[in-house]
């Protein structure tokens, strides 16, 4: 298994890489210079200006400075934010933990709203329940997030005055009082979140379960006598989460997507809203540091995914 | 063929058509028929809209502000008194043709790399599968934002404020969305390719272009409608996340997500401002998702419906 999983962390490696490329191919071919605003400022020599370019080795050819750019990002490195005066590293570890509490209570929310849902209406399939789940399910994911959004803002803080409107990161209160309002600020930005996410996660639970029910072997372990709740938990489901699992992986780059959207509406202090106050900001070191910490999340979770493959099913580790 | 089929229920009815036969598929999913009259609907409203509704989409008449719908302003005002109505049939147009623009993008990327991943046999298959691998480990949306924010003034000054950014946000969104059809494609072709017909036309001495053109393409073309159909919708939503953000079309673009972006911060006030492009928003991507589904019915020939 460990070294199932080494094998897994040295074929993350290469996408990380090809990611990095992209991203900085993107910055190469953008038009536009990040030293504009020096060359144009009268206060500034001509002389310090291609001091500085040879400097940050703005005239070198590109794969070198690709090679500069990925060290100094391999060695913390990220730049300094003009706009925050603070490093970029330091400003995004500020923010990461408001975004992965965000993210992740939503994918828990998911899981427990889809794997139920699916499991019982794939057990029941072409039902009432079933239809209503599809529907449902289908109407969830037409939604988008920043339109659901909206709708619960307009209901549970507009209408019934139920919910705070904004995230706060200083809560006042302390003790109890302090968890219980931090609960109660992000019950609705994970809702929008989670909700999206269990309704795809209900259509793929659901046909992966249809999958394996027909099988053989779960009819042999009806035969043998064993209750329907065993037979479902115990065989068919840790055989149809496997699909699963790689397409809730498949999923994390919309994930993403759509914490920015949350963060935006519900003014979460996160990365995904330091992405976009930085580009309406012109801040590119922050900009191209947030792109690549959500392009590492993608990988890690992918990896998480590959891990759990190899738990769920130990034949995939062995070869 | 025919002599093997004869138990199957299709063949005791006649043959029919091709196009017929999917037709009388698709019409047994009732939400997918509804869903069709619905869009329709809608494209029509936005195309003959404007002759119809004479209201000019730039009307400020700040009197009559953050008015709720009325026989004046069907969809009420905005908080400039701008009928939002007109806006809506203006923004509508363009966030249908992004939607379709952007599928014609992808599907036309995504069918060149399927097709030639699914028809070499050596390197370059591989090469671009793990291409479009790592194309989908990419973060969509955070890229879609850095793609727009670095060269959004470089096309403005190109091709003027609004057809740039649409050239742009098509490109943008339409080359982020194409690996499922190529991975699709691709799948079909390792099939298809293997098939005696196709075995048959090499034979007979046709190039691989010919091959791929006339024989394999026409048989993999189903499943790419339905990706395609359900990459409309993505695109659109696509689409209106950005002008939600602020960052897609300029504020004097009224499309659906940039009239949320201005609704929402009079939710209190002006309710209807955001509730009517919102729904807008979501009947048409729901709509088009229902239509998918259908297709995907109608168009699998291993299901006997």
Redesign the interface.
């Known amino acids: 298994m460990s070294q199932y999983v080494l094998r897994r962390l040295l074929i993350a490696i290469p996408s990380l890489l090809g990611i990095s490329l992209v991203l900085f191919v993107v910055l190469a071919m953008a038009p536009g210079d990040p030293f504009a605003e020096l060359a144009t400022n009268p206060n500034v020599p001509p002389e310090v200006a291609a001091a500085l370019r040879a400097k940050f080795g703005l005239d070198d050819p590109i794969h070198l400075r690709y090679l500069h750019w990925l060290s100094a990002m391999a060695h913390g490195d990220w730049g300094f934010s003009f706009v925050s005066r603070m490093d970029v590293d330091q400003l995004i570890l500020q923010r990461l933990p408001a975004t992965l509490y965000v993210i992740g209570s939503a994918q828990i929310l998911a899981l427990l709203i889809a794997i139920p849902v699916g499991v019982y209406a794939a057990t029941k399939p072409y039902s009432l329940f079933d239809q209503i789940a599809n529907t449902l399910a289908f109407v969830g994911f037409s939604l988008p997030t920043f339109f659901t959004g909206i709708l619960f803002i307009l209901i549970f803080s507009v209408t019934l005055d139920w919910l705070p409107l904004v995230y706060t990161t200083d809560v006042k209160g302390t003790g109890i009082r302090w968890v219980l309002e931090m609960i109660r600020q992000a019950i609705m930005p994970v809702a929008v979140l989670g909700l999206f996410q269990a309704a795809s996660m209900t259509r793929f639970v659901r046909s992966a379960m249809l999958d394996v029910i027909r099988l053989d072997y779960v009819t042999t372990a009806r035969a043998k006598g064993l209750g329907q709740a065993k037979v479902i938990v115990k065989h068919v489901m840790r055989n149809a989460m496997i699909p699963v699992v790689t397409l809730i992986a498949l999923q994390m780059p919309a994930v993403f997507g759509g914490a920015i959207v949350t963060e935006q509406i519900f003014r979460i202090p996160g990365i995904g809203s330091l992405l976009i106050s930085s580009i309406l900001a012109n801040d590119t070191p922050v900009v191209m540091a947030v792109t690549f910490v959500f392009a590492c999340l993608v990988v890690l979770f992918n990896l998480i995914a590959d891990v759990l493959y190899g738990w769920l099913d130990p034949r995939i580790s062995l070869r | 063929m025919a002599g093997l089929t004869l138990a199957s229920p299709s063949a005791e009815r006649g043959v029919y058509s091709p196009w017929r036969e999917t037709w009388r598929r698709y019409r047994r999913h009732r ?1 997918a028929v509804i869903s069709a009259f619905l869009l329709l609907v809608l494209v029509l409203a936005v195309v003959v809209g404007p002759f119809l509704w004479r209201l000019k989409i730039n009307d400020i008449d700040i009197v009559a502000g953050l008015q709720g719908p009325s026989l004046a302003h069907p969809f009420g005002t905005d908080d400039l008194g701008q009928d939002i109505l007109a806006r809506m049939i203006y923004g509508g147009r363009i966030s249908l043709a992004v939607g379709l623009a952007a599928m014609l993008v992808s599907v036309v990327v995504g069918t060149l790399i399927g097709s030639l991943a699914g028809m070499s046999r050596g390197a370059l298959g591989h090469g671009l599968m793990w291409l479009t ?2 194309f ?8 879609l ?3 727009i ?3 959004r ?2 096309l403005k000054q190109m091709f003027g404020p609004e057809g740039g950014i649409f050239i742009l946000i098509v490109l943008v969104i339409g080359g982020l969305r194409w690996m499922p059809v190529a991975r699709l494609v691709r799948a079909q072709f390792l099939s298809i390719r293997e098939k005696e017909f196709v075995e048959a036309a090499r034979a007979l001495g046709a190039s691989p272009v010919r091959q791929v053109v006339r024989h394999i393409l026409p048989n993999a073309v189903g499943p790419v409608i339905i990706a395609g159909t359900i990459d409309v ?1 993505a695109a659109i ?1 696509a689409e ?2 950005l002008s ?4 897609g079309f300029p504020p004097d673009t009224p499309t659906w ?1 940039r009239l ?1 972006f201005d ?2 911060d009079f ?2 006030i002006g ?1 209807h401002w ?2 009517f492009p ?1 729904g807008a ?2 009947i048409a ?2 709509a088009i ?2 239509i998918g ?1 259908g297709l995907r019915d109608a168009l699998d020939a291993r299901r006997v419906i």
């Open positions: 939400l691998d790592l989908l480990s990419l973060p969509q949306l955070p890229l934002l850095l793609l924010y670095l060269f003034d470089g919708a939503i209106s996340t939600f953000l602020g960052l997500g949320l609704a929402k939710l209190d309710p955001a509730l919102g928003i979501f991507v729901v998702n229902f589904d």
